[in-house]
């Protein structure tokens, strides 16, 4: 027992200043990765470390610095970047950021290219939806402290949310009914949507937009 607590000290003292880390992280410590995996449960249990997906964990003591200096939204992000990757954050979470839904978001939402997804851990929902290759852009790398997050344009956030529903809108009234605040479009924000729109192709995206204007 002696043993496993000098190398649970160890493992929290190499992985205290990381974001994020797997048993790969740990190789420094020689220990094999099988007896590592048992250790990070343990330390899970015992609240130091915080899985944050299947072998994907943060210390404890990271996510406790993030707040002390204000910045734990921001590594919230960073981290649904990471627990499904390749993946931007987009629809909801975007789109009430920059306040085209009035309805506070409980998931944190993004667009991926695997299988549509979710996980949940301490720092909340996190869903991820497939969406195909050639329609996985329009987002951009937001700075924020040390943390780079990639997070879909309010046009692409827009229409990743439409596109998901495309088959639930048949008609203008539909998308009334999704309570958007279409206020917050400008001429250069619709511009870009058409282009989604154009790469997309199908004549059920260029009729929901239509019934935007």
């Known amino acids: 027992m002696r043993n496993d607590n000098i190398r649970s000290k160890r493992i929290l003292k190499l992985v205290e200043n990381l974001p994020f880390f797997s048993a790969a992280n740990l190789a420094p410590l020689g220990e094999q990765g099988a007896y590592l995996n048992i250790i990070l449960s343990r330390q899970v249990k ?11 964990y943060v210390a404890k003591s990271y996510l406790n610095d993030t707040e002390r200096r204000g910045v734990f939204s921001d590594y919230v992000e960073f981290a649904a970047n990471k627990i499904y990757s390749p993946s931007y954050l987009s629809l909801d979470y975007v789109l009430h ?35 195909k290759e050639e329609l996985f852009l329009g987002f951009k790398v937001v700075k924020k402290g040390s943390f780079s997050i990639l997070k879909a344009t309010k046009a692409k956030a827009l ?27 400008t001429k250069k924000d619709l511009k870009e949507l058409m282009g989604y729109v154009e790469t997309e192709g199908s004549t059920r995206m260029k009729e929901a937009v239509h019934w935007l204007k």
């Open 159 to 185: 229409f990743d949310y439409l596109y998901l529903r495309k088959r639930l809108l048949p008609d203008k009234r539909a998308i009334r009914e999704l309570r958007l605040n279409l206020d917050e479009l």
């Open 97 to 131: 950021e920059h306040n085209m839904l009035t309805e506070i978001p409980v998931n944190i939402t993004s667009m991926g290219l695997r299988k549509t997804e979710n996980f949940s851990n301490v720092l909340g929902n996190f869903i991820y939806h497939k969406v």
């Open 46 to 56: 015992r609240g130091t470390v915080v899985r944050l997906r299947k072998r994907l």
